[in-house]
């Protein structure tokens, strides 16, 4: 089973449309949670970081964890066509080395007019 | 300002080159990263440095050698890559080793003919 699990899509949704973007992770010593956001080609941008159960709102960005399932999202309402990326969610562990970020494989989202 | 600036963007090199990739930062952050993403993956990490000292290397191979010449600067050096070490590199840094929040710059693409 992988650390962190999130489904790859691609998903596509119409603009204006409430999007909801999902991970799983199976190790409870995980301790952050962040979402990115990258472009074609581009470096990933953090978009929101939380470390407890619960919603965390920016914006049209909302990041939600539940720790007791080891599940979090990441909803963007009033989808926009320039919200087309690949959203990555990552949690981090903190080891004797320093933070090592453990990333899911990514979900694709194209926002179409 | 949360800018990581990595050059050259684009860089193609023969399996016989020596080349260098390069990574700066002026937000005061202690702690840097090499990562690299392999198209439709997410990012691996390769090597941590703290306080220029060369804190993990994920048994990367020789092939690619780090240099974290001062604070603000992480170089990655390349001799006798394979074709199959083409990729995105990125470079991210944190407040410290202890920080979570890590942020990454743009990249590098390299292809390695």
């Known amino acids: 089973q992988k650390e962190v699990e999130q489904d790859p899509g691609p998903l596509s949704v119409p603009e204006g449309a409430i999007v909801s973007l999902n991970c799983t992770y199976s190790n409870s010593a995980f301790q952050y949670f962040m979402w990115y956001r990258q472009y074609s080609r581009k470096g990933p941008e953090l978009l929101m970081y939380?470390?407890?159960?619960g919603n965390k709102e920016d914006g049209r960005f909302t990041a939600q964890v539940d720790k007791s399932s080891k599940y979090i999202s990441l909803f963007i309402r009033d989808s926009q066509p320039s919200d087309s990326a690949t959203y990555l969610c990552?949690?981090?562990?903190?080891?004797?080395?320093?933070?090592?970020?453990?990333f899911g494989t990514g979900t694709q989202l194209k926002v179409e007019l | 300002d949360t800018e990581v600036t990595q050059t050259p963007k684009h860089l193609v090199m023969g399996m016989t080159n020596k080349k260098s990739l390069k990574c700066e930062q002026h937000?005061?952050?202690?702690?840097m990263y090499w990562y690299k993403q392999k198209a439709k993956k997410p990012p691996e990490l390769m090597f941590v440095?703290?306080?220029?000292?060369?804190?993990i290397n994920e048994s990367v191979p020789s092939r690619f050698s780090p240099e974290c010449p001062n604070s603000s600067l992480l170089n990655l050096h390349l001799h006798a890559l394979q074709p199959e070490d083409s990729a995105l590199y990125l470079c991210a840094s944190s407040q410290d080793l202890s920080s979570p929040i890590q942020y990454f710059g743009a990249g590098t693409r390299l292809s390695v003919l």
């Open positions: 939380t470390y407890s159960s």
């Open positions: 990552a949690i981090n562990i903190l080891t004797g080395g320093g933070n090592k970020l453990t």
């Open positions: 937000m005061g952050h202690r702690a």
């Open positions: 440095y703290s306080y220029e000292k060369l804190s």
